[in-house]
T-cell receptor, first 115, second 114 residues
Framework: AQSVAQPEDQVNVAEGNPLTVKCTYS??????LFWYVQYPNRGLQFLLK??????LVKGSYGFEAEFNKSQTSFHLKKPSALVSDSALYFC?????????????FGAGTRLFVKA | NAGVTQTPKFQVLKTGQSMTLQCAQD?????MYWYRQDPGMGLRLIYY???????DKGEVPNGYNVSRLNKREFSLRLESAAPSQTSVYFC?????????????FGNGTRLTVT
C-alpha cells in the first residue's frame, strides 16, 4: 500500500535561515510526489511535484524539494525562510495503482518562522 | 477565475440532521474529489468522480453520498449526521488521469455536528 510519513509535527526556524520539512514515502512502482501548503482557513495550494527527471525540483515561492530514491525521501527545502512561509505543509503521493485518482497525504507539518 | 468554490463555509448540525455540501469548479477539469481534514490525520479521500457520470468510493465513504451533477458540480450529502463527521471538508478538482496534474482545492466547509 502507498503511504507517506511526515516525521515532524512542527518545525521552527528563524527568518533568513534555511528550512527543511521532511517527508518519506512508500510506493509500489514509480513515485508521483507532491508538496502542498495550507494557510489558515484556506484550502491546500500546490507547491511542486516530482514525476521523473532531475532529483531537485523547483516550485513556487522559492521552495524546492530533493527526491532521493535510495532513502525514499522527498524533503521540502528553502534557502532563506520568510515569516510569511509560516503555514501547514503536506507531502502527498499519487496512487497510480488506481489510475491516479487517489492521492495519499501525510499528516502535515506546521512550520513556524520567527522574525 | 474563481477556481473551486464551496458552499457553505460553516455549518452546525444536530445529530441525525442531513445536509448537502456544494462544490463547483470553473477550470473545465474532468475529475473532482471530496476530502475531509482532521487534526493529525492529513486529508482523507471520501469519494471521487473521475469524469462526469461516474463516482467511486475513497478511503472513508461510510455515511456519505455524492452526486456529480454535471462537469462543473460535485456535491456531498450527509443523510444522517453524526458527531464523528465533525471535520473540515474540501472539494478538489484535477485533469482526468493526468499523472502530473496537481489537485486544485476549494477553501473548505467547516462542519460541526452536536
Amino acid at each position: 500500500a502507498q503511504s507517506v510519513a511526515q516525521p515532524e509535527d512542527q518545525v521552527n526556524v528563524a527568518e533568513g535561515n534555511p528550512l527543511t520539512v521532511k517527508c518519506t514515502y512508500s510506493v509500489s512502482g514509480n513515485p508521483y510526489l507532491f508538496w502542498y501548503v495550507q494557510y489558515p482557513n484556506r484550502g491546500l495550494q500546490f507547491l511542486l511535484k516530482y514525476i521523473t527527471g532531475d532529483n531537485l525540483v523547483k516550485g513556487s515561492y522559492g521552495f524546492e524539494a530533493e527526491f532521493n530514491k535510495s532513502q525514499t525521501s522527498f524533503h521540502l527545502k528553502k534557502p532563506s525562510a520568510l515569516v510569511s512561509d509560516s503555514a501547514l505543509y503536506f507531502c502527498a503521493v499519487r496512487d497510480m495503482s488506481t489510475g491516479g485518482f487517489k492521492t495519499i497525504f501525510g499528516a502535515g507539518t506546521r512550520l513556524f518562522v520567527k522574525a | 477565475n474563481a477556481g473551486v468554490t464551496q458552499t457553505p463555509k460553516f455549518q452546525v448540525l444536530k445529530t441525525g440532521q442531513s445536509m448537502t455540501l456544494q462544490c463547483a469548479q470553473d477550470m473545465n477539469h474532468n475529475s473532482m474529489y471530496w476530502y475531509r481534514q482532521d487534526p493529525g490525520m492529513g486529508l482523507r479521500l471520501i469519494y471521487y468522480s473521475a469524469s462526469e457520470g461516474t463516482t467511486d468510493k475513497g478511503e472513508v465513504p461510510n455515511g456519505y453520498n455524492v452526486s456529480r451533477l454535471n462537469k462543473r458540480e460535485f456535491s456531498l450529502r450527509l443523510e444522517s449526521a453524526a458527531p464523528s463527521q465533525t471535520s473540515v471538508y474540501f472539494c478538489a478538482s484535477s485533469e482526468l488521469g493526468a499523472d502530473n496534474s496537481p489537485l486544485h482545492f476549494g477553501n473548505g466547509t467547516r462542519l460541526t455536528v452536536t
